[in-house]
């Protein structure tokens, strides 16, 4: 019968021990959309073609986060992290943002939570910078695209 | 025409000045869902029923990450935070998990972000813990459903 | 019959609305002692006597972790905390450093844990820079000895 | 004559510089005991029997500072940790829970400073959930059990 | 004869009691220089003109600083700050960016350190996205340039 | 024409993906120096040769925010840090105090952030520490003297 990796025998929660894990290379990539009424989706899209700002303190944001995963999370391993990258698009005819990230690691435990808390994060800020035009701003569709390394082996999001 | 309180004149973020704003009381809502596959959720549910750890977890990670909302996004003003609920329900039919928070302050400025990133983090624990067994698990609809106090009064979503 | 105050009726763990308390003055005392043996001890003694660097890390340490109470402590609220003050005493014929606190706050809650948390983080303190002379060190008795504000009045240990 | 590790030629503090060490593997055990009234010891074999929260929450709290001990001790090195586990024992005729904590790491130091603060942060949780039942709970006997790894060879507790 | 007031009576650093405070409005303002040579100015210039990311980076670095403030300088008290805002002036013929701050809270401390600890923290974000075209880049005169608030009164940097 | 390496093609900020460099060993000096008044120099010089405690609050602080750079400057990598050292010197005739920092690591990144950070967190603890004797206290010529390691080889300041 298919088991929590967190949970123990005993239904306690549990950090995974990574102890005899080698080190090697890992990638994650994670996706999210956030959904804006008109007024606030055009105000992020000019300023974008301005100056860019709201889009930037995102993505500073969301590679702040993903640093800090496992601070957040509680039973996260604290890794190294050699990479984080975040990207931003706008769906004009949707009124959404996607934002994809990507994050790598040489480290004995994957980092697909990195990369789901700095999409998580940077959409978070968004809504944050936002809100006085948009209250009604819906965070969603936040996934893993796409994880190699450990294990598991690959991932690919369908 | 409408502007983004988060940037100024020029396009750049700023942090928005609240030193004349009074202090009132301040409650906020939030809500998000976490859809699992069939294996998931069952084993969420089953260790619920035993001793609720996936759930336990989330939400002291919700409750820990909205006292750090303001170190996460950036423009966020640190408030004083007088209560943080985090409440979790199970939709069997959809494999889903309903996360609704409330937040409540006395202070200068909302707790809307402070709503919104508990279940956030809430959330993305659950996807950390239940990960090895479903790695398509989707946090979506993450929302504010309802935030009251200040000069911008009172929202309900509808 | 008496109940746990941060668990609710079903058994789970939660935060205390402190929403609807009022802001008074508030302080809380801690003790707590380090037995080292008598190399380590004597270390410290003639650290103290010229320099007093093992204390002053100690006593530093003790106010930074007064103010990172509410990361460490889930439950906690975040609060402004207006003195903590740490003392240390050497008793020769035991071996043993007592440590005092002293925590002050006008807040909605009180400082006990503030108090608590600087006592066993300068405890630790002292055990890390002392350990390579004495890995027997203990940490014991550590207790609140005085609290006083808020609803439940004033506390003195006996 | 034995001399201060943490302490230089002129009694000031300093960092042990680790560079030229090599990773091994680490583990280090630490023990502590929490004193409780009669009323909130049975508070919380009452609750662990129902849900287990305090001793749930306590366990991620001790988690969770075993990853922060190197921001709350000033002179400990931050390092990758593989694994950190508590368990919980409840000592019926004395009131009295026992803590234990074991923590694994892959590194150029030593993981005792972690053990022995989970413990700590861990008992504080207790205290904390515990307060208003009991405010002469006592933390006690905090110390090292057990440690291997590295130049210092392995360290058992009498 | 003149005293550090974070320090008692018998040298030992002290936090500095502000229980018996009164909150009232603070402001403070910092300003710092980082010259930089000839081709990292000319590449922060244009990346300005474009995009202004050096920049829009070293801003929100300066503002999150400030709210670490109290975590970053071992005496300072946790407040809560209701503005923090950085800006930034290129001087040409010296290849020097003018980093000034300007910081306000209604607390019963002043917020001094916040606007140096926002000015110094931008200029090192300055330094790194530079030091690739230029290891040599100077922080140079960090200072306070005015405050108001407080029983001290106002100091305005002559 | 050179180029910004944490500012990609479009002028937007990014982290420099080092995944595929190798961990070599890597150090760094910083300097600074703090020129205070009179007054206050002679206190702090008072207070070392009694105590030290100004500078050896100073020289934790620095320490501890070495082991934080990646937390504020936002595109710095997380690293283990394999030592951190600060020394500091007195310059009678200037009222100038010297702070010297240097930081040691085996990583796939360099330690320069990490010594610039120290110096200048060191440096604003000494204002803190200073502010009530002299609010003029300036923080001046912050640079690094030397680094070694990775790609870009040694560096040594003229």
Same mark, same amino acid.
């Given at each position: 019968m298919?088991? @929590?990796?967190?949970?123990?025998?005993?239904g306690k929660a549990k950090m995974v021990d990574v102890s005899s894990k080698n080190d090697t290379l890992r990638h994650a990539k994670a996706q999210g959309y956030v959904f804006l009424n008109?007024?606030?989706f055009n105000a992020v899209r000019d300023n974008k073609i301005k100056k860019g700002d709201v889009l930037s303190v995102a993505k500073i944001a969301g590679i702040q986060a993903a640093k800090k995963t496992n601070e957040l999370i509680p039973l996260c391993h604290n890794i190294f992290i050699s990479h984080i990258d @975040?990207?931003?698009? @706008?769906?004009?005819?949707e009124n959404a943002i996607v934002i994809n990230s990507e994050v790598s690691s040489e480290a004995k435990t994957g980092v697909e939570m990195e990369a789901m808390t700095a999409v998580a994060v940077a959409s978070l800020t968004v809504y944050d910078m936002c809100?006085? @035009?948009?209250?009604?701003?819906k965070i969603s569709d936040i996934v893993l695209t796409y994880k190699t390394g450990g294990k598991s082996g690959t991932y690919v999001r369908k």
């Open positions: 298919p088991e @929590l990796s967190h949970v123990d025998s005993q008109e007024t606030a @975040l990207s931003f698009e @706008l769906i004009e005819n809100k006085a @035009l948009d209250r009604s701003i």
